[in-house]
């Protein structure tokens, strides 16, 4: 028993919406269900057209069971996934470098007093200190 013109016509555009991932009627998922139902048939009237049937099991085994626009969804994820993991990365060492000049500084901080201390107990009270960057005058204790 072999099937009608319009309906291998109806399998076939139903496959072509299916693979190029432009379905009309379903998921899009490279199915036998999705085919028969994208072209508007039973299941039986599917199985019927067995050359048809052989394509499409062709293409499957050849291009898996995943639409084009999954593939692109899937490689885009990846590409996001990797440059998350380099922006991750770049961050972790930037707030260790951050981290790294804050104690530079706070050392540096502590030695800038600790000299400023022994210039004031140096000058005996003899000499003011001037301060350009605080725009004050110090005097010594």
């Known amino acids: 028993m072999s099937t009608s013109p319009a309906t291998e ?4 555009e139903a496959m072509a919406r299916l693979i190029a991932g432009k379905p009309q009627t379903t998921d899009g998922k490279l199915t036998k269900e999705n085919l028969y139902r ?4 039973s299941r ?3 199985n019927r057209a067995t050359e048809i049937m052989a394509e499409w099991d062709a293409y499957v085994e050849t291009h898996g069971r995943r ?4 593939t692109q969804r899937d490689a885009e994820i990846a590409e996001l996934t ?3 993991k380099a922006k991750t990365a ?3 060492e930037l707030n260790r470098r951050l981290d790294a000049a804050a104690t530079v500084i706070a050392a540096l901080h502590h030695d800038n007093e600790a000299l400023h201390e022994h210039l004031d107990a140096r000058a005996g009270g003899n000499v003011r200190s001037l301060s350009v960057r605080r725009g004050e005058i110090h005097d010594p204790p």
């Open 82 to 84: 990797r440059k998350l």
């Open 9 to 12: 016509k109806a399998l076939r």
């Open 67 to 70: 639409t084009r626009g999954e």
């Open 90 to 92: 770049e961050c972790t």
């Open 44 to 46: 039986a009237t599917m």
């Open 38 to 41: 994208e072209a508007g048939i």
